[in-house]
Each structure stands twice: as structure tokens, then as C-alpha cells.
């Protein structure tokens, strides 16, 4: 199995609801990702969990809170978000960070802020 | 930092070899080069990827100049099927990051 399934695929919130995004890997990668997609855009890194805690940052404002519950689970809360926030959140996993290994990408939830 | 140079765009007819460039003039020695494409409305998926050596797999070859300056993903036989935008992505040795390109968006004309 070489999935990674994301819930929900769609998701629209105002600026004052809290939301969670869900990220699922069951193929025993150790580290898992989450990025951010515009339209014509190439993925941006957000977050990178490795074996369960948080490794990298890449500046996101506190409004995103990831979350790794155990290893095959990763979820995204969102709180107070902005319109410029609407985009295509996609989930990764890759057995580790070496220069070779490849990253499974799930399928994305695509974010409409209103 | 390490960049990469794609073109916008590429056409090519169907069950016709199309080549679709990268420049990685900034490459470092343990940067690994590889190749995603994402097909519409989909996550990104691998194709191929490479260090020094040319590779070929199932999906596609990866022609490497031997500088490591630029690369070359080349799908043997397009189909309508291969119509996506391609990444060329550089990944250092041991950095969870991809740098990715800005993508050649490719048209396969039937």
C-alpha cells in the first residue's frame, strides 16, 4: 500500500472557525510532511515531523497548529484563518530525509477561507 | 540555495518522445535531482530521480549532463495520460526539503 489519504478533500471556513485537516500513511515512513499548494504554484513546505516530532517549521504563522497523534497519523489545525489562506493542502510521507527517498503525496484538501 | 530553471510550458504530439529540461547551474555535489510530475486536480507523484548516472525506470529516463548542470526527463512514448505539470526538484543529501522548480506545464496533443 503506497497511499496517503487526506480528509476532507474539500473544506471551506470562515475566519473565525476552527477546523482540522487529517493526513494517513500505513507504509512505516517515519517522517511526514505538510505543504501548501496556490494555483500555478509548486508545493510550499510547511511542516516536516520526524518520527513523531516536529523537526522543521518553515515560519508558518501560530494560526496553523500541526499535530503527529502516533506515526501513521498526521492532522493540521486551523484557527482564525485569513482569505489569503484558501489553497491546496497536501500531505507527504517518505521513509526518511536522505537526498534519495521519495515523498508519497496524498491527494490535498483544498482550502476555500471566506 | 540551490535552484531550478524549468521552461513554462511544452507540447508534444501523442506516442512521441518528449524531452523536458531542467538547469540546475547550482548544484551541489550530494544534491540528488528528481523529477515529480501532478496531473490535474491530483498530489504530486515521483517519476524518477538520479545523482550522476543516467536512470531509467518504468515511467521514464533521466539523462544527467555529466557536469550535473542540467538534466533531461525523457518520456519515451507520450500519451494523453502523461498531459500534467513536471517538477524538477533538487534534494540534498541528508535534508528533509525538496527545492522544487517552477514546473513545465506539458500539453500532449492527440
Known amino acids: 500500500d503506497t497511499e496517503v489519504t487526506q480528509t476532507p478533500k474539500h473544506l471551506v471556513m470562515g475566519m473565525t472557525n476552527k477546523k482540522s485537516l487529517k493526513c494517513e500513511q500505513h507504509m512505516g515512513h517515519r517522517a511526514m510532511y505538510w505543504y501548501k499548494q496556490k494555483a500555478k504554484k509548486p508545493p510550499e513546505l510547511m511542516f516536516v515531523?520526524?518520527?513523531?516530532?516536529?523537526?522543521i517549521n518553515e515560519s508558518v504563522p501560530s494560526r496553523f497548529s500541526p499535530e503527529c497523534p502516533n506515526s501513521s497519523l498526521l492532522n493540521l489545525h486551523l484557527h482564525a484563518l485569513q482569505p489569503e489562506d484558501s489553497a491546496l493542502y497536501l500531505c507527504?510521507?517518505?521513509?526518511?530525509?536522505?537526498?534519495?527517498?521519495?515523498?508519497?503525496f496524498g491527494p490535498g484538501t483544498r482550502l476555500l477561507v471566506l | 540555495d540551490a535552484k531550478t530553471t524549468q521552461p513554462n510550458s511544452m507540447e508534444s504530439n501523442e506516442e512521441e518522445p518528449v524531452h523536458l529540461p531542467c538547469n540546475h547551474s547550482t548544484i551541489s555535489g550530494t544534491d540528488y535531482i528528481h523529477w515529480y510530475r501532478q496531473l490535474p486536480s491530483q498530489g504530486p507523484e515521483y517519476v524518477i530521480h538520479?545523482?550522476?548516472?543516467?536512470v531509467n525506470n518504468r515511467m521514464a529516463s533521466l539523462a544527467i549532463a555529466e557536469d550535473r548542470k542540467s538534466s533531461t526527463l525523457i518520456l519515451h512514448r507520450a500519451t494523453l495520460r502523461d498531459a500534467a505539470v513536471y517538477y524538477c526538484i533538487l534534494r540534498t543529501g541528508s535534508n528533509y526539503q525538496l527545492i522544487w522548480g517552477a514546473g513545465t506545464k506539458l500539453i500532449i496533443k492527440p
Open positions: 507527504a510521507s517518505s521513509q526518511g530525509g536522505s537526498g534519495q527517498e521519495t515523498q508519497y
Open positions: 538520479g545523482l550522476t548516472s543516467n
Open positions: 515531523y520526524s518520527y513523531e516530532k516536529l523537526s
